[in-house]
């Protein structure tokens, strides 16, 4: 699948659109989903153009792999989730619900998180 450039995530990461920032490296930014499930709702991405898991997976480099699953968890851990508990989530492709085609990873947490599928 070839990267879509205009898609909603590519123009947060060039701060054409706002979002609520979370964190952010070199590698990585986080923020909140505009439509929070729960209290906190965090949106992972990485910073390279991938278009999902697959893509993420098959050709990003080691280092920006782990990078990327560090960010995940210090977001976690600094929302104090790593406590309670949270869910990560991360749709692919058109059956498992993506809509933005940017890969992304959910953190879902602060009050139970239910049911696994709707
Ligand atoms: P997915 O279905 O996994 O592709 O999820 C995409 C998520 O992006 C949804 O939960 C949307 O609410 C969220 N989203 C879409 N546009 C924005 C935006 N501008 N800022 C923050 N989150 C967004």
Redesign the pocket.
């Known amino acids: 699948m070839v990267y879509d450039r205009n898609n ?2 590519a ?2 990461l060039r701060a054409e ?4 920032k979370v964190y952010e490296n070199e590698f990585v930014l986080a ?7 729960k209290k906190h ?1 965090v ?1 992972v991405i990485p910073r390279g153009e991938y278009v999902s898991f697959d893509d993420f997976t098959t050709r990003a480099p080691a280092q920006i792999q782990a990078e990327f699953y560090a960010a995940i968890q210090k977001v976690a851990a600094d929302l104090g989730l790593d406590k309670t508990g949270y869910r990560l ?3 692919h492709g058109s059956d ?6 940017h890969y ?1 990873v ?1 953190i879902l947490g602060g009050e139970k998180v239910g049911e696994m599928t709707a």
């Open positions: 909603i995530f123009r947060i659109i706002p979002c609520k923020f909140y989903d505009i439509n929070p499930l709702h949106l989530i991360s749709n498992g619900g993506q809509e933005v085609p992304h959910h």
